[in-house]
């Protein structure tokens, strides 16, 4: 069974740009999320998608979207990218059915220059 | 207030020993689940263990274990003969309610083992 699938792995940016992250989840989950990792903030809650709808929201700038498609698969999108969005964020996918396990991709490496 | 704390940033293990790394946690919801993660210099969250708020017996995976203290809101993960490759960072993490992918992190201790 393949795990959770990030791409890319690293991303190089320039200030002002966007950019787009995937996350591909375990085959038969629908319920995925998403987490910005810095040294200064640690892991941080971006969004939750379930069924293709948005379920929970961190406390980010409307800069930060997301969506998820039919198949499960899911992208966030940063736009007008600043340096302090330089970060590895991170995608974690489970069963919605009382799930007790969360399974977490190897992540996307952002740098903003 | 912080949902999960981790009070020790960094831990040093002899290989072989067990090693305790500390968690507490606040919710008001009743039913919460708590997961520990493994990260790696690679980045990637490997998933270690889990309780649930109503499971009875403390979890246990192998060589990890978590020491569920309902009472006092921790939940302490031993790992026991350690291992050079247990060397990474550890995070505690909770979600509120039993399904969801919405999780509270710690900010984590870094575990050395030490040949």
């Known amino acids: 069974k393949a795990g959770v699938t990030q791409t890319p792995r690293y991303l190089i940016k320039t200030r002002g740009q966007q950019v787009t992250l995937s996350c591909s989840p375990i085959?038969?989950?629908?319920?995925v999320s998403w987490y910005q990792q810095t040294p200064g903030q640690g892991l941080q809650f971006l969004f939750e998608?379930?069924?293709?709808?948005?379920?929970n929201k961190g406390n980010f700038p409307g800069r930060f979207s997301g969506r998820q498609f039919s198949n499960s698969r899911s992208e966030m999108n940063v736009s007008t990218l600043e340096l302090g969005d330089s970060a590895l964020y991170l995608c974690a996918s489970s069963s919605p059915d009382g799930n007790t396990e969360a399974f977490f991709g190897q992540g996307t490496r952002l740098t903003v220059v | 207030a912080q949902k999960i704390t981790q009070t020790q940033p960094g831990m040093f293990v002899q290989e072989k020993e067990a090693v305790t790394l500390d968690c507490t946690y606040d919710t008001s919801d009743p039913s919460y689940g708590l997961f520990w993660y493994k990260q790696p210099s690679s980045g990637e969250m490997i998933f270690l263990i889990y309780q649930g708020s109503y499971d009875q017996q403390n979890a246990t995976e192998g060589r990890y274990s978590l020491n569920f203290q309902k009472a006092r809101k921790s939940a302490n993960l031993v790992i026991s003969a350690s291992q050079l490759g247990d060397s990474a960072m550890y995070f505690c993490a909770m979600r509120e309610g039993m399904t969801g992918n919405q999780f509270y992190f710690g900010t984590g201790t870094s575990l050395t083992v030490i040949p």
């Open positions: 085959s038969g989950h629908r319920s």
């Open positions: 998608y379930f069924s293709e709808t948005q379920r």
